[in-house]
């Protein structure tokens, strides 16, 4: 764990807005984001580790530690952007070409093929790169960990100047049950589940999964063994269940 004092003016404003957005700061080469709603800096730390037992690369998603910023919990990690290079997540590359909020957009269209189909193929439109299997990847992960806040500020592209590649997969902080306000402690672990409503493009991370395919593999008893070796946390347990659930 690390422990950080970091003034306000290290605070920084990101464009876009989301239930989950927390304060952040870039501070040295690193980004730091206290807690808000829940026990995201714990999440955070045990979903980037989680995904070290899939058959993602390392450069796919993001790590982070757990600690406290200035007393407070929360959760760090280090810049993965190059000198050259800019991070330009669909909300805002959709804002900048068309001046509207994409999220608004297909949210009037009636299907979710539909709303899959045109972030698709405007993206392709817009900077030449196909994102279906960096897609099938997050909402893979989204579906194994219960993740809520997938809006279309976490989901972005890495720009060097010349061209476009899928950036690591980052925030995943409101997942795990954790700051989810229709979650009930009275009930288990499996009824708790049923209550998750998903993002971006339908509230149930089941049928995004079925439409793109499953993203990644998970070696299940890996990934146990080594969860089995951190404390208690009720997000433990559920990453727990996850990972027995959909072993089976």
């Not at 714990?42 to 979903?47: A, F, N, P, Q, S």
């Not at 299907?111 to 193929?121: A, G, L, S, T």
């Not at 146990?224 to 433990?236: G, V």
Request: hydrophobic share 35%.
């Amino acid at each position: 764990m690390f422990s950080e004092k970091i003034s306000n003016e290290y605070i920084v404003t990101q464009q876009g807005t989301s239930e989950g957005t927390q304060v952040k700061y870039k501070k040295g080469n690193y980004w730091y984001k206290k807690d808000k709603s829940g026990h995201e800096g714990l999440v955070e730390y045990l979903v980037s580790n989680f995904l070290r037992y899939t058959d993602l690369e390392s450069k796919e998603f993001v790590m982070y530690e757990y600690g406290t910023i200035n007393g407070q919990s929360g959760c760090r990690s280090k810049n993965f952007l190059n000198n050259n290079e800019e991070l330009i997540t669909l909300y805002r590359l959709y804002f900048n070409e068309y001046g509207k909020d994409l999220s608004q957009v297909i949210n009037k269209m009636d299907e979710m093929e539909e709303r899959i189909d045109y972030v698709i193929r405007f993206v392709q439109k817009s900077c030449g790169i196909d994102i279906f299997k960096y897609l099938a990847k997050v909402l893979t992960l989204d579906r194994i960990i219960l993740n809520e806040d997938r809006h279309l500020n976490n989901l972005a592209l890495i720009f060097d100047g010349n061209s476009f590649k899928p950036s690591p997969i980052f925030d995943n902080g409101l997942s795990l049950l954790t700051g989810n306000q229709s979650v009930n402690w009275n009930f288990s672990v499996s009824e708790n589940v049923k209550r998750v409503i998903a993002r971006p493009f339908s509230g149930s991370h089941e049928k995004m999964v079925e439409y793109f395919g499953k993203g990644l593999e998970v070696d299940a008893k890996k990934a146990l063994e080594w969860l089995n070796t951190q404390e208690w946390s009720r997000e433990r347990d559920v990453l727990e269940y996850q990972i027995k659930r959909y072993h089976k």
